[in-house]
């Protein structure tokens, strides 16, 4: 297989786009695994580094004497030593925060000078399950916190009464943690860059997509252009070899039916009729052959098309002008060729009896407002495989038929830059909707 095969071939295209989105994926998923065990990797270092300065913390404070401190002792001799542990403890641990607080949540010594004991702080909330954990006797994990974007590691560490064993105070450390920052802010990066890269190779593949599409289908075009103008060389060459025998034929049908008229009156005049449907064949060939050069003007489509159903005198067709006085740029002839051949479809479809052929015109507005007419019978209609080779040159489902009446039906609407549009169903009949930029 070639390389233009295989960009062409839509499971490889498709596999392609499916492997680069979950190689994507799967490295941002390696990066984000990788990032989770790093965090936890520091953090269980740090919780570590924590829990030892938190075991010297406790052994520098005495239960006992920590009791017996009260509101207004802030200059006692025992408070300000206290308070000096707790501010050389902060500057040698690199701390942000350190404290130790009553059972109940209150201030009772502070590293800064200007505290109050039995003040109460907001920073350190007593319901906090760490802080009650601490309250039984426990030594709770250090908490990891985010706060105005910035990480902390914050730790409850009980202090005992040695005499009784009871807690007697809690010391509260607080230690910044800039590097959870920055891994957030990686982890964050990691993910829009996920999203925003999925987003390229979504947005790469539709081009890719449509774009191969595109070229399929000129391609497409292409063969078939290539294709139909071989066959209108074909066609071009079989109608000019088959127009003068049947002129020769037909002169020498109307010299016989003068001399023996009387006697075989029948077989006379079937002769030149069938000369005439081959005529009209020959002609059909000779238009697909030749791409005719249309000229289009302005004019009203209703008011033509009410003057050919008037000139086809069927009782079976009617006509409802839909669009008024609205001018479109069309070439009469070819507009006239394109309904002419729709309506003789449709009369040979439904039934002499109860047949019903609804022509009816309107004006679809917006910003390109575009003619549209509906031919509407209730014919035999056409089932799915018919309808997908309705315009192919030379398919007919008549044995009279050349097959080239739809085919040039499309060529003529697409040449005055029209779309045409087939919806039928057996045994019901057959929409034929024809559209024209005004």
């Known amino acids: 297989m070639t390389f233009r095969q295989w960009l062409t071939h839509k499971p490889t295209l498709y596999a392609i786009i499916v492997l680069g989105i979950t190689v994507l994926m799967g490295l941002n998923l390696w990066g984000y695994f990788f990032l989770n065990r790093l965090e936890r990797e520091i953090l269980s270092q740090l919780n570590g580094q924590f829990k030892h300065m938190q075991q010297i913390a406790t052994r520098l404070f005495n239960g006992e004497e920590l009791e017996a401190i009260h509101p207004g002792d802030e200059t006692r001799p025992g408070v300000l030593y206290y308070q000096q542990l707790l501010w050389e403890i902060k500057q040698n641990s ?15 010594i502070d590293h800064r000078v200007d505290f109050t004991i039995g003040a109460s702080q907001q920073r350190f909330p007593t319901r906090n399950p760490r802080f009650l954990q601490a309250l039984e006797g426990e030594f709770p994990e250090p908490e990891l916190i985010e706060f105005d974007g910035d990480f902390y590691l914050i730790g409850y560490t009980p202090i005992f009464n040695s005499l009784y064993g009871n807690v007697s105070a809690v010391l509260v450390a607080e230690m910044p943690t800039h590097f959870f920052a920055t891994l957030q802010f990686f982890r964050r990066g990691l993910f829009l860059l996920g999203v925003g890269a999925m987003a390229l190779i979504l947005i790469f593949s539709a081009v890719i997509v449509l774009a191969i599409r595109q070229l399929l289908n000129t391609e497409r075009q292409l063969q078939e252009q290539q294709r139909l103008a071989e066959l209108g060389q074909m066609s071009a060459m079989v109608a000019h070899e088959i127009r003068n025998p049947l002129s020769i034929i037909k002169g020498t ?8 008229a009387s006697e075989q009156n029948e077989m006379f005049n079937f002769i030149p009729e069938e000369i005439d449907r081959l005529n009209r064949l020959v002609n059909e060939f000779l238009q697909f052959a030749r791409r005719t050069r249309l000229t289009p003007q302005k004019i009203v489509p209703d008011t033509l098309i009410q003057q050919m ?7 079976h067709i009617q006509f409802t002008a839909g669009a008024g006085n609205q001018a479109v740029l069309l070439d009469a002839d070819a507009f006239k060729q394109i309904l002419l051949n729709v309506i003789s479809n449709a009369r040979k479809a439904i039934p002499e009896k109860d047949g019903r052929i609804q022509i009816h015109t309107q004006m679809h507005r ?4 575009r003619y549209v007419v509906r031919v509407q ?8 495989e018919t309808l997908e080779h309705i315009f192919d040159p030379f398919f007919s489902r008549s044995a009279t038929g050349s097959g080239l009446g739809m085919t040039i039906t499309r060529r003529l609407t697409e040449q005055m830059g029209g779309q045409i549009h087939i919806d039928s169903e057996p045994g019901k009949g057959t929409t034929v909707t024809l559209s024209f930029p005004v």
Not at 366 to 369: A, F, L, Q, S
């Open 377 to 384: 019978d209730n014919g035999t209609g056409m089932d799915r």
């Open 309 to 315: 159903v008037q000139q086809l005198n069927d009782p």
């Open 253 to 260: 049908a109307e010299v016989l039916k003068r001399q023996y």
């Open 366 to 369: 917006g910003r390109r407002p």
């Open 94 to 108: 690199g701390l942000n925060d350190i404290l130790i607080l009553t059972l109940d949540g209150r201030i009772l």
